[in-house]
């Protein structure tokens, strides 16, 4: 599940971006304009939704030379409020084709296994938030999505609101608890200290020095000697690993805690659960200490709350699934 037509900001992104803008076409975001929102009919069951915009078709993230009077107005925690856009123009007949040597692999860029620029290039093309860069690298807060508020700067305190009416292509309001889930994620506030993340993806279980735990094929433990070598005095090496699928002799201890893939600085400050308003659309944060880049490290939106739900809790409403996971993160219910 995406969101067609917002920018997410990373700062590997930031230059990236400024190519394919420059070769784009009007209504692609980075370029002058940016397309209408898709639907918000509900999506085919199993297939990828995508984040729309405002009903009726809000215009997403843009530059400025062409697209609209220049950004006014003092910049916020978000960057500088765009104000409207203008009302994208007629295509060009044909097409622009853009080549990369590497698909897309996942659709969520802030994981460890996830945060490369064959996945964010497209996403940001596609996806939009509070926050972009224009052709300009003004930092712009696209300001038709949400907004920030900074609340205060002793402590650091700052208010993120969605705009009413944009929505997940499924129609499901974007709020607090996709915002929630991030924070839970960037945060690392609930990560098990001896817990980490294989090459695969999976999360497995450390001992207290970070060394994975091993089991033989059976299922038994299996005890490394001091210079990490099995009883038998050979190397471990993972069943099924792509280092040698067929010489694997051990297997990874699977988790038993909780491992989020995704770490931020910026986010590790925010040890307080933050408070949400604004029936669902906002999150106030409030760092421990102040975090000069907090323009560009705060709280965004990733992926959808109520889609993990569906598929982690067999919450299948999607009002439902985000107040299941705004319950289990207020609650500490890992």
């Known amino acids: 599940m995406k969101r067609t037509r917002a920018v997410t900001l990373t700062a590997l992104v930031a230059g990236a971006a400024l190519v394919f803008a420059a ?4 209504g692609q975001n980075g370029d002058d304009t940016a397309p209408a929102a898709t639907s918000g009919a509900a999506a085919p069951e199993g297939s990828d939704t995508s984040a729309a915009g405002t009903e009726g078709g809000e215009t997403g993230a843009a530059g400025t030379e062409g697209g609209g009077e220049a950004p006014a107005g003092e910049a916020g925690p978000c960057g500088i409020p765009h104000g409207a856009y203008d009302e994208p123009a007629a295509a060009p ?3 622009v084709r853009v080549a990369w040597n590497d698909p897309l692999l996942s659709f969520n860029q802030w994981t460890g296994r996830g945060n490369a ?3 964010v290039n497209p996403l ?9 860069y224009d052709g300009d690298l003004n930092l712009i807060n696209n300001d038709q999505f949400g907004t920030c508020e900074l609340v205060s700067d002793d402590p650091l305190t700052i208010k993120y609101t969605v705009n009413e009416g944009v929505t997940w292509s499924d129609g499901v309001q974007i709020g607090a608890a ?5 924070w839970a994620a960037q945060s690392s506030i609930f990560n098990d200290a001896d817990v980490a993340i294989a090459d695969d993806g999976s999360s497995i279980q450390t001992d207290a020095d970070g060394n994975p735990l091993y089991t033989d094929a059976a299922g038994a433990p299996v005890t490394l000697d001091a210079d990490g070598l099995l009883p038998d005095g050979s190397e471990p090496v993972v069943i099924g690993s792509e280092e040698d699928p067929a010489a694997g002799n051990v297997k990874f201890v699977p988790a038993t805690g909780i491992a989020f893939d995704a770490a931020s600085e910026s986010l590790a400050l925010v040890t307080q659960t933050p408070e949400i308003g604004d029936d669902g659309r906002s999150l106030t944060a409030v760092w421990d200490k102040f975090y000069v880049d907090y323009s560009t490290a705060g709280i965004e939106v990733s992926v959808p709350a109520h889609v993990i739900a569906a598929q982690a809790l067999d919450v299948a409403d999607g009002d439902a699934g985000n107040e299941a996971i705004i319950k289990a993160i207020q609650d500490g219910d890992t």
């Open 178 to 182: 996709d915002m929630l889930l991030y």
């Open 23 to 26: 070769c784009s076409t009007p």
């Open 93 to 95: 007949a044909g097409e």
């Open 124 to 132: 940001y093309l596609t996806n939009s938030s509070f926050r972009y």
């Open 117 to 119: 620029v064959a996945n």
